[in-house]
């Protein structure tokens, strides 16, 4: 005799009715018996028991074939609650959601009085959540953390389990320095940012994206990028200058000086140091940099930091110089190009930087780069999961306000006093590099032949204006159909400290109709802090800064800028 499907425990109010069910298999007819601990249930002589269950009870039963073979089932219990108590039926459950679904937490209690729900979230009480379902739209991380559910009536309370509710978060910060003040300046690291924030971006990451930092400024740009770590995935990106020093590594400033030192640097080991003890589901560390010291002093007794926890550490050369090319006038780096290559696959990370390693075969580089990669994961992590964000806290909630600071300006339609109608837009090819456009929509029977100008109050210098990297940033403009009569690009935004906002005068020039005469009419749209002026680098703690100088003025030196590409000073 084999039993192939055993009874089940159950819990159910009292004068409940539940049928328990037996089934099994052998020759001939099956007799079937359920008994009690105390005795053999009257009547119970089938394969299904049903009974009023009026107090908790164990059960099992017997089956039995005409050869004298038998086989007893499981023991199984009916609880029986008292229905004059309060009990919660179902939980809800833990959920993972993106940012933007909807999600819904149930709870289900009976008992005499009817009782009454109130949701809790990280121990806060939900004004308005007083139902037994919880409905949740347009998930953002604002609605991450442990949900619980109070159930009670005049005579008693009852707490439901906790349940997390987890919100996916990616964020990624990309640093590209090329306008050296003291050194050869580069010219890849323009498209390699901004192709791979795009990249990133479809892979569900939010991204800031900066050019051109001193090392003041690249400290607070990181020290923001902190704050914004949880338990997710981040990936920190660099190209530009750097070297390697007593086996540290070093990312070079625009404004290091002729020679530099360590202390004139970011230390890389500081920043992952830093990542890791947010403890964050997967860090990636990717730098597009030189590595090469040459050193005439005894090295420093600093010794090499690994790295830990969830951390891969990939390096675009080991021990040895990285390359960037020109190709059809624009201009990228062996490593980027490679790694934007292969970025979006869904292999474990690891893979895809192996992938990356073939740009050792490139003919421009053999021989000369060699990808290094360095990892401590635990399990396969890939840049396309998602990454869970558990809990929320305080710092939850600074990360998601410095997101909503960076900010675009909305378009905007301006009518001047002639009758023409100027739409001003905004784009942002960095998060402090804003572009702006100016386009005439409405023309008016008293003006002709209207030009438009654009000015900003305070002035911000384009770096890229009439340099080597011009014809670039320009292409990455107008990939769009319209084409504005008029545009600026405004450099640098994290230098913007003035108290006041960033003011765009826009400055109508017309022919009128009547009077022949030229004419300019002017008005001002007031942006406030765009993008990444709204972070405030310049406030900066000192403290911090002491912090940082204090970990990478250990180790002194002479240094060489080494970066080197094809085509261009300096490149091989």
């Not at 005409?66 to 023991?75: A, H, L, R």
């Not at 940012?99 to 729900?117: D, K, M, S």
């Not at 795009?198 to 740009?221: K, P």
Request: glycine fraction near 6%; charged fraction near 20%; proline fraction near 5%.
């Amino acid at each position: 005799i084999f039993i192939v499907r055993q009874p089940y425990s159950v819990c159910v109010p009292v004068n409940h009715r539940v049928t328990l069910s037996v089934r099994a298999q052998g020759t001939g007819n099956l007799q079937y018996q359920w008994f009690t601990p105390d005795n053999e249930v009257f009547g119970g002589t089938l394969a299904d028991l049903t009974i009023k269950a009026t107090k908790s009870q164990l059960f099992v039963c017997r089956i039995n074939d005409n050869y004298c073979n038998c086989v007893f089932s499981e023991w199984v219990k009916v609880k029986v609650l008292d229905i004059d108590k309060l009990h919660i039926a179902v939980n809800p459950k833990p959920q993972t959601v993106r940012p933007g679904e909807n999600f819904t937490l149930r709870c289900v209690a009976f008992g005499i009085p009817t009782p009454q729900y109130q949701w809790y979230r990280n121990g806060q009480g939900l004004k308005g959540k007083t139902r037994d379902t919880l409905q949740v739209d347009g998930a953002t991380a604002e609605h991450g953390g442990t949900y619980l559910c109070s159930v009670t009536n005049i005579l008693q309370e009852r707490w439901t389990e906790a349940v997390d509710v987890n919100v996916t978060d990616k964020v990624a910060l990309l640093i590209g320095n090329l306008n050296y003040s003291q050194h050869p300046g580069l010219m890849a690291p323009v498209m390699d940012v901004h192709k791979l924030a795009n990249l990133l971006r479809q892979l569900g990451f939010r991204v800031v994206s900066l050019l051109d930092l001193t090392r003041d400024e690249m400290l607070a740009a990181i020290e923001r990028f902190i704050q914004l770590l949880n338990r997710g995935v981040y990936l920190f990106y660099y190209a530009g200058h750097g070297y390697e020093c007593a086996g540290r590594n070093y990312l070079v400033a625009v404004d290091a000086p002729q020679p530099y030192r360590p202390e004139n640097c970011v230390c890389v080991q500081r920043i992952m140091i830093s990542m890791q003890q947010r403890q964050t589901a997967l860090s990636v560390i990717l730098l597009d940099a030189c590595r090469k010291y040459k050193q005439h002093h005894i090295p420093s007794i600093i010794m090499p930091l690994k790295p830990s926890g969830n951390t891969v550490y990939g390096y675009a050369c080991e021990d040895a110089e990285a390359f960037e090319v020109q190709d059809g006038g624009k201009s990228t780096g062996i490593f980027t190009k490679y790694l934007n290559k292969h970025i979006l696959r869904s292999d474990k990370v690891t893979h895809v930087l192996e992938r990356v390693s073939e740009l050792g075969t490139d003919c421009l580089v053999t021989g000369r780069q060699a990808v290094e990669i360095k990892h401590t994961l635990k399990e396969p992590r890939s840049l396309t999961d998602p990454i869970r964000t558990t809990g929320h806290t305080q710092e939850l909630r600074l990360r998601d306000a410095c997101w909503r600071q960076a900010n675009l300006p909305e378009k905007q339609c301006l009518r001047f006093p002639c009758g023409v109608e100027v739409e001003v837009s905004f784009s942002a090819l960095f998060s402090n590099v804003l572009v702006i456009f100016a386009t005439v929509k409405t023309i008016s029977p008293q003006a002709q032949d209207c030009t438009v100008a654009l000015s900003s109050t305070p002035p911000l210098e384009d770096i890229f204006s009439g340099s080597d990297h011009s014809e670039e940033m320009d292409s990455l403009l107008f990939t769009n159909s319209h084409s504005p009569d008029c545009t600026m690009r405004l450099c640098a935004l994290q230098r913007l400290k003035s108290q006041s906002s960033l003011v765009i005068r826009v400055d109508l020039h017309y022919t009128h109709t009547d009077s022949k005469l030229r004419q300019t009419e002017s008005q001002e749209v007031d942006t406030g802090k765009p993008l990444v002026a709204s972070c405030r680098f310049y406030q900066r703690k000192a403290a911090a800064d002491e912090r940082h100088n204090g970990a990478s003025a250990q180790s002194t030196g002479h240094v060489p800028s080494s970066k080197q590409t094809v085509a261009g000073h300096c490149r091989p």
